[in-house]
Structures are given as structure tokens and as C-alpha cells.
């Protein structure tokens, strides 16, 4: 089982990248999917997340800005990043709680994508 994570980037202030987290493997369901970034010398915080009925939470820093979906036909969560600021600069982790067996339910992360917003 493997989440791999592509999109992020160079990016001016006020523009907008999208990310994109593709779930690959053996898997009977997939939970709930997120993301989350780390900036440097911070620790890892929730951006947003999605449930499997498609309920959604952001953290409060990107409200309004960042959009989570998912498309579970391809197995993948996206987010929609717009008028991004320097502080959103930061490595973006997917994770997705994935069900591999009856009764089994593990937590997955991503690799992890760069997302630089500088002009």
C-alpha cells in the first residue's frame, strides 16, 4: 500500500497550486483522508480532511482558501490551494486511514510535497 503525493511547487503570493494524493494497492475502503503540512521548525499540523460521506475540516489558518476533495473512483484526495501567502510555505504530507483487511484499520502517509510560495 502506497499514498504518493505530486503537485507542490514554486509559487508566487497569491496564486495557487493543487495537490494531489493517489492511494495505490491492496485495499478494502479507504477512511478518512487529510492533509498536512510541516513547515520548517514546526511540527505537523492538520490543513483539512475528508471523510469517506465527504464531510470536510480546515484548520482555521486556511479557511476560505483551501479546498479538500476526494474522488474515490481513483482512490485520491486533492486540495485545492488559492491565495497562498508565505506562510503556507511547508512540506505537504497526505495520510489516509486505510482498510487492508475485516476489521483492520491503519493510518498511511504520503512522501511528502514541497509547496514554496515566494516572489
Known amino acids: 500500500v502506497q499514498l504518493q503525493a505530486s503537485g507542490g511547487g514554486l509559487v508566487q503570493p497569491g496564486g495557487s497550486l493543487r495537490l494531489s494524493c493517489a492511494v495505490s494497492?491492496?485495499?478494502?475502503?479507504?477512511?478518512?483522508m487529510g492533509w498536512y503540512r510541516q513547515a520548517p521548525g514546526k511540527q505537523r499540523e492538520l490543513v483539512a480532511s475528508v471523510g469517506s460521506g465527504a464531510s470536510t475540516n480546515y484548520a482555521d489558518s486556511v479557511k476560505g482558501r483551501f479546498t479538500i476533495s476526494r474522488d474515490n473512483a481513483k482512490n485520491t484526495v486533492y486540495l485545492q490551494m488559492n491565495n497562498l501567502t508565505p506562510e503556507d510555505t511547508a512540506v505537504y504530507f497526505c495520510n489516509a486511514g486505510l482498510q487492508t483487511a475485516p476489521l483492520w484499520v491503519q493510518n498511511y502517509w504520503g512522501q511528502g510535497t514541497l509547496v514554496t510560495v515566494s516572489s
Open positions: 494497492g491492496s485495499i478494502l475502503s479507504i477512511k478518512v
